[in-house]
């Protein structure tokens, strides 16, 4: 997911303006508001994912339901979305777990045999977390991360492709239209309070 950072924003202070009136007659010459609108401009057409954070998220369901949910800011700088999923993964994974030993624990259920199958729309995430060796690709990602692969091949937890269309977890990573984010919640199981009463 990517969000907007409060580290991309300009604070404006008292501090920053003229002191002198070499430095007022300065400042008036630069076009302020057309500087600030190009550098707007460049930030989000030319590269838009220089003016947000990158995020990851996760959606839990059980038996339709969500009951649990996160989204935060990568602590960790991603070389390519492969690793940024990757990376989201491997913590879902680590959630799951838990998730999965805390649902045994309540007796909820007896026991949980079957893997839990953690949904990603990037294929190469899911081939890396599948991969028993590490690659040239893969060899610069952090060892905590490659948990992942240990989790998969216990039985833990499955990778399976889902399409982005059908991610319920992307509202919680990205920005989208209105029509998109309203689907995506209904599949959460979240809805308008007048559709209650």
Sequence with gaps: MRIPSDETW????????????????RMLDIPYASAIGSIQYAAQCTRP????AL??????????GVVAWKSSKQDTTADSTMEAEYIAASE????????????????????IVKPVVIFCDNNGAIAQAKESRSHHRSKHILRRYHLL??????????????????????????????I????????????????WL
């Design 10 to 25: 300009v604070k404006l202070s008292k501090k920053q303006s003229p002191k002198t009136d070499e430095e007022l007659k």
């Design 49 to 52: 994912d220089s003016a947000y």
């Design 55 to 64: 995020s990851s998220g996760f959606v839990f369901k059980l038996n339709g």
């Design 92 to 111: 879902a994974a680590k959630e799951t777990v838990w998730m999965k030993n805390y649902i045994q624990e309540l007796g909820v259920v007896p026991s």
């Design 149 to 178: 692969r240990e989790m998969v091949g216990r039985g833990d937890v499955r990778m399976d492709r889902v399409s982005s269309a059908e991610n319920t977890a992307d509202p919680l990573t990205k920005p989208m239209s209105q």
């Design 180 to 195: 998109a984010h309203a689907q995506h919640l209904g599949k959460m199981g979240l809805r308008q309070m007048s559709d």
